[in-house]
């Protein structure tokens, strides 16, 4: 990088080179995982020295929660209160997977970091571990919502189902990832949660409990 | 190490010595992913130098290779024609499931590697692609034996129901790994199968098709 680049790219506003290192970043851990991907890579590809990144970051482990705090609106755990209830949260989780088939970007990053933090020290495994008690914690009431509607049998688990319809995502994603091709994920997830829950799911858009739901 | 310890270290057979190498790095692949494993902390590990341990294995892509070459014998693809039939297969997933709630190191080696394996380059993508497709083929035949003996409904989906259940066990696995103490993957994995093909599986060590099945 010349001297006059570096000096273009030094104008531009804290908060826009902010959002473009932590892209970058994002980029980089989806691409080598947290522990292989280096400062000096992610700061290269940025076009800063080290130093610089670290004005923003104060290290690679602050990156990853960075990046790790950039939610993308249309993730379910950011729904809040406006969240769809009962079977529409399940139709909601069908629609999810067919938006992560064009954000390959992201669920590349959440199945290699999801899995290394399994490892030694990992700086995430606690923001994993919370991250699936939340997002188990929305299923197992979804399904309860919709159980006391009537909408799904009364001898479901709602506890097991709700872990198992996380975990068919997750592994779908690994399959789809690996062999983009053959893997339908959208297709799978909703035949899972319509066997898992013996019903089929409201049409798009449906809210739960409604006529013909 | 002193120059002692070392001159006995090297009196042990070759076949033993490659034995534990492999049973160290398989242990470090999954404590660390293989990225970020080095060939000096295996090396020292093992009390061996790195021109050591590269004389049994020529790199440290040679040793993961030797590490997933390394195969349970109780493990599903290497039960040959001697694997069970139909719903019997199943069964057998779910007791496969079981026996892993028994060998973590197995289990995080794999979940750490299979994801880590969609990462830029990484030496084992092929072989993570190979065996789940391997994999899926011998779930779809069992379900394919199940369908045609009557065992699972004509209208069960067996490549997409396959996936589900792969990416089941899959994904209970890394919650598994994350919260041990909350997960029971044993009965997750059969609430899981008995709900996508309709049908309780046979106990344990009945043939598929037979009396009560």
Redesign the interface.
Known sequence: MTREAGATRTRRPPAERRAEILRIAMETF????Y??ASLAEISARVGLTQAGVLHYFSSKAGLLTGVLDLRDSSDIEELGSERPHGLAFLRHLVETTRRNTEREGIV?LY??L???????EHPA?EY??DR??GLLALVVEALEEARSLGEVADDV?TA??A??I???????Q??W???PGS??MT??TE??IV??I?RDLPPVGQTSGGPGA
């Open positions: 989806a691409e080598r995982g522990q292989s590349r199945t290699v999801a899995a290394e933090s399994v490892t030694a495994q994993f571990r699936y008690q688990d097991t189902t872990r198992v996380v975990a068919t995502m997750d592994g779908l690994l399959q990832l690996l062999d893997v339908d297709r799978a035949l899972a066997r898992l013996g």
